[in-house]
Nanobody
């Protein structure tokens, strides 16, 4: 059973925009936080942005001001609006959902920022 469904990855030019979405199955109970992480080749997975069910957000310093995360609790969904993208944003992006004592991860979607 698919628990986190991701969409919105792809190729975009520097300065461009794209939108990632992630929908969590309602079979995942008591989600407290959802968000996005990314992993570039040769690097560790790192935080991009998270949002709690109550609406509190947390952003990596490198994306503040150009990325916005939002959520729809009724739909168990989170959206990441990404603007002013740079080649340094190139990575595999993973949706994450946090529930009591465990995390759920999406399969990952590739974002490539290149001319």
């Amino acid at each position: 059973q698919v628990q986190l469904v991701e969409s919105g990855g792809g190729l975009v030019q520097p300065g461009g925009s794209l939108r990632l979405s992630c929908a969590a199955s309602k079979t995942i109970f008591s989600i407290s936080t959802m968000g996005w992480y990314r992993q570039a080749p040769g690097k560790q997975r790192e935080l991009v942005a998270t949002i709690t069910i109550g609406g509190s957000t947390n952003y990596a310093d490198s994306v503040k001001g150009r990325i916005t995360i939002s959520r729809d609790n009724a739909k168990n969904a989170v959206v990441l609006q990404m603007n002013s993208l740079t080649p340094e944003d190139t990575a595999v992006y993973y949706c994450n959902a946090q529930a009591p004592f465990k995390d759920f991860w999406g399969q990952g979607t590739q974002i490539t920022v290149s001319s």
